[in-house]
């Protein structure tokens, strides 16, 4: 078969939605995040802590448990992250890196304190083919209803002046930190809902097992221009360029391995900066509230 024909091959669709997912997920959550000012680089520890909490979940009760472990762990980041950058006004950026180192260590040290491993955990009740569908119609459905909820209900007007114009916000009597807490909180959960589904997909967990998809997942919230549908069409991207990477792989070719591995990466590059002279983040995004 030619790489024509796999790319058309149902196949390598549905390998391409099953890569999609977690990116869209956390792409979803970090453009909610965003236009409402807050800056979304904590997205990786959001990622990680959920795809950990999802194997401790599916461990005691299966994958049911785990997918909502895996959001609790989310929220539990997001809580924190906040907590920092909202609450206290520290710098988001600084901050957020420093979740993400934190939530990597942490997630090492539970590894062996829980499974004395500190490489990967045993194998925990994975997704059946149910669930798999079930998560990618979800992350289809959460695209579609928030497009909706931001571009056309007091909520998602709220959320777009928190990240526009904060000050004009509150004039009107909006409590902009608690608008901006519901933002992040929910980001955390449609992030650790990413996590769960990395975990769950493969049946546990491993050491840095997010690999960088909360960074790239926030380069598909700059190309999408700060939209959900953009967003995800970002991710959908990224999905393909993943599933290629990981048939090219398999197959016998001349290309050399790295260059292959570099393929997602390399098209994320080109796809921010495509598009970043016609990208206007928030005019708040990352101010501290006064």
């Avoid at 991207?237 to 990477?245: H, M, R, S």
Wanted: with cysteine; aromatic share 6%; net charge positive.
């Amino acid at each position: 078969m030619t790489l024509i024909e796999t790319i058309l091959s149902v196949g390598f669709v549905a390998q391409a939605l099953r890569v999609t997912v977690p990116y869209a997920l956390a792409a979803l959550g970090g453009t909610l995040a965003e236009r409402a000012g807050v800056v979304s680089l904590a997205l990786e520890g959001m990622l990680l802590f959920g795809a950990f909490t999802a194997t401790l979940g599916s461990a005691l009760g299966g994958p049911a448990l785990g997918a909502l472990c895996g959001i609790v762990g989310g929220l539990l980041v997001a809580a924190v992250y906040e907590l920092i950058v909202v609450r206290w006004r520290a710098d988001q950026v600084v901050c957020a890196i420093a979740i993400n180192l934190l939530v990597l260590g942490l997630t090492r040290t539970l590894l062996v304190l829980v499974w004395g491993s500190a490489s990967s955990s045993p194998r925990v009740p994975g997704l059946g083919s149910t669930g798999t569908w079930a998560f990618v119609a979800a992350a289809a459905v959460l695209a579609l209803a928030l497009s909706e909820l931001v571009r056309r209900t007091p909520w998602g007007l709220r959320l777009r002046a928190a990240g526009e114009r904060p000050d004009a916000l509150a004039s009107l009597g909006v409590d902009v930190e608690r608008v901006r807490w519901g933002a992040v909180l929910a980001s955390g959960a449609l992030a650790g809902l990413g996590g769960a589904w990395l975990a769950l997909d493969v049946g546990g967990f491993s050491d840095a097992m997010s690999s960088g998809r909360g960074y790239i997942a926030l380069a598909a919230v700059v190309s999408g221009k700060w939209r959900p549908l953009g967003a995800t069409a970002a991710c959908l991207l990224f999905g393909v360029a993943g599933a290629l990477e990981l048939n090219l792989q398999a197959e016998a070719t001349s290309l050399p391995r790295e260059l292959v591995q570099m393929l997602p990466y390399v098209v994320t590059l080109i796809a921010v900066s495509s598009v970043a002279r016609g990208a206007r983040a928030p005019s708040a995004l990352g101010q501290p509230l006064g």
